[in-house]
Structure formats: structure tokens, C-alpha cells
């Protein structure tokens, strides 16, 4: 069964029209994160939550907000997105405070026309 | 749409030979290391981990090896099958650090 589930798989939207990503985990894994991956690169963190605590990386544009309203689930939000902003977008969760094996779900493709 | 992507090094073997994929790492300060295998259009999945305190360790078909020194890790796969052909990519964290830092991927190719 799968344990970290994102929806949508894929997704398009339109310049600058906002956009939402979610990401539902049974694990009940205290952390989330958001990566972001372009084709061919390693996957790039963006922001990760440990339980409600959130943390952003420094080069993530304000572009990119996220939610986290329980423990099960995450939300990304672009707010305005770009032609640059078409990726696969990863969600990942993992327990403690000190990091072990994340598990990664199946990500979704964004696609901006 | 999407921005041109890096290529990634590509590894090409045969099946049933062994397979051997490099990662250096720059943080010397990293003490836990994980390799990820990424097929086309999933996420990744965890292959096999190591903490700084090994230099050595195995699974089933797979051996992680870990050189602090030259801060260099490997993946072997013995055997090499067609289903493990796939993009690889280490991954790695400090102490006091929840998150982990993806290096860059090597694509493995295995032909029948």
C-alpha cells in the first residue's frame, strides 16, 4: 500500500494561475518535505516541515508557500507560477529529529502553458 | 515549459555483470549516507544506507562503500538485472540536520 501519496500525478496549469500540490502520508512521520526536480537533476529541497514547525531554504523563491494543517497531510502552493516553474515536485516524509530513510511518493509532474 | 536539464552520466553494462556508481560528497561534516533509485517518472526509493561510524555495508545484490577520507562513496550491484536500469543518486546529512542533500544522479543502463 502506498504509504506517501501525492495528488495530482499531473498536472497543467496556466501562467501565473495559482496552483496546489498535495501530499497525504499513513506513516504518521513527524517530517515532511517538498523537493522540486528538473529533468535530469537531483531532487532540490525546498521547505520541510518537523511537525508544525516549518523551514524554508534560503533560495526557495516566495513564489512557493506551504501548509501543513495536520500530521497526514502537506500542501505546496505556487502562487504565480512561471515557465521555470515546471518540474516534478516530490513530497517525502521521514521520523525524529534526526533524519533516517524518507520515503518519497510518486511525485507530481507540473506542466505551465 | 521545463529548462534544459543537466545530461547525467550514464553507466552501460550488460546484464548480469556487476555495476559500480560513484558519488563524492563535499561536506566532511556528513555522517549519513543514503542511495536513492529513481525510475523514469516516480520518486525515488531507498536502495541501501550507511552512518559515517561504517565503511562497509551490504544488502541483497547491493554493497555501499564509504571513504571518509577522500569523502567518496560507491554503490555496487552485483548482478546487474535490465529492472535495475535507472537513474541513482546518493544522498547525505549532518549532524544536527533533518534534511538531506541530494547529490547528482548517474543513469545505469542495463542491456539484455
Known amino acids: 500500500d502506498a504509504m506517501v501519496i501525492q495528488n495530482p500525478r499531473y498536472q497543467v496549469t496556466q501562467f501565473g494561475k495559482p496552483v496546489t500540490l498535495s501530499c497525504s502520508q499513513t506513516l504518521n512521520h513527524n517530517v515532511m518535505y517538498w523537493y522540486q526536480q528538473k529533468s535530469s537533476q537531483a531532487p532540490k529541497l525546498l521547505f520541510h516541515?518537523?511537525?508544525?514547525?516549518?523551514?524554508n531554504e534560503a533560495d526557495t523563491p516566495d513564489n512557493f508557500q506551504s501548509r501543513r494543517p495536520n500530521t497526514s497531510f502537506c500542501f505546496l502552493d505556487i502562487r504565480s507560477p512561471g515557465l521555470g516553474d515546471a518540474a516534478m515536485y516530490l513530497c517525502a516524509t521521514s521520523r525524529g529529529s534526526t533524519v533516517s530513510e524518507a520515503f518519497f511518493g510518486q511525485g507530481t509532474r507540473l506542466t505551465v502553458v | 515549459g521545463e529548462s534544459v536539464g543537466l545530461h547525467l552520466p550514464t553507466l552501460s553494462v550488460q546484464e548480469g555483470d556487476n555495476s559500480i556508481i560513484n558519488c563524492a560528497y563535499s561536506?566532511?561534516?556528513?555522517?549519513?549516507f543514503i542511495w536513492y533509485k529513481q525510475e523514469s517518472g516516480k520518486g525515488p526509493q531507498f536502495i541501501i544506507d550507511?552512518?559515517?561510524?561504517?565503511d562497509k555495508r551490504q544488502g541483497q545484490r547491493v554493497t555501499v562503500l564509504l571513504n571518509k577520507t577522500v569523502k567518496h562513496l560507491s554503490l555496487q550491484i552485483a548482478a546487474t538485472q535490465p529492472g535495475d536500469s535507472a537513474v541513482y543518486f546518493c544522498a547525505e546529512t549532518s549532524p544536527g540536520y533533518s534534511t538531506l542533500t541530494f547529490g547528482k544522479g548517474t543513469m545505469l543502463l542495463v542491456s539484455p
Open positions: 550507511i552512518r559515517s561510524n561504517m
Open positions: 561536506n566532511s561534516a556528513s555522517d549519513y
Open positions: 516541515y518537523y511537525d508544525k514547525d516549518f523551514n
